[in-house]
């Protein structure tokens, strides 16, 4: 069974940065789309970036040119580098794995606050 398990969210001040981290385990499929996805309150799940077993990279523009993502293979893990933090990042962060053809897979999400 596929299961993905998020850390590395907090409290930020504004400008600040944090690195989120996603360890995935019972992947039985080589290729997928690994992602991170935000939901902050009374809003709706909003796509942050997305990697590819290929290292094809998307951002949104929201974060673009300060958030990056990456991924290690070795480790089984993709992080999520969060710089110039803004109070509107502020929001539940999910990580994401989908297959196109077994599915997508959740973590449980992790709290990032940016506020002074």
């Known amino acids: 069974q596929v299961q993905l398990v998020e850390s590395g969210g907090g409290l930020a001040q504004p400008g600040g940065s944090l690195r989120l981290s996603c360890v995935h385990s019972?992947?039985?499929?080589?290729?997928?789309?690994m992602g991170w996805y935000r939901q902050a309150p009374g809003k709706q799940r909003e796509l942050v970036a997305t990697?590819?077993?290929?290292?094809?990279?998307k951002y949104s523009d929201s974060v673009k040119g300060r958030f990056t993502i990456s991924r290690d293979t070795a480790r089984n893990t993709m992080y999520l580098q969060m710089n110039s933090l803004k109070p509107e990042d502020t929001a539940v962060y999910y990580c994401?794995?989908?297959?196109?053809?077994?599915?997508?897979?959740w973590g449980q999400g992790t709290q990032v606050t940016v506020s002074s």
């Open positions: 994401n794995l989908e297959n196109r053809l077994y599915g997508s897979y």
């Open positions: 990697i590819t077993t290929a290292d094809t990279i």
């Open positions: 019972g992947t039985f499929f080589s290729m997928y789309i």
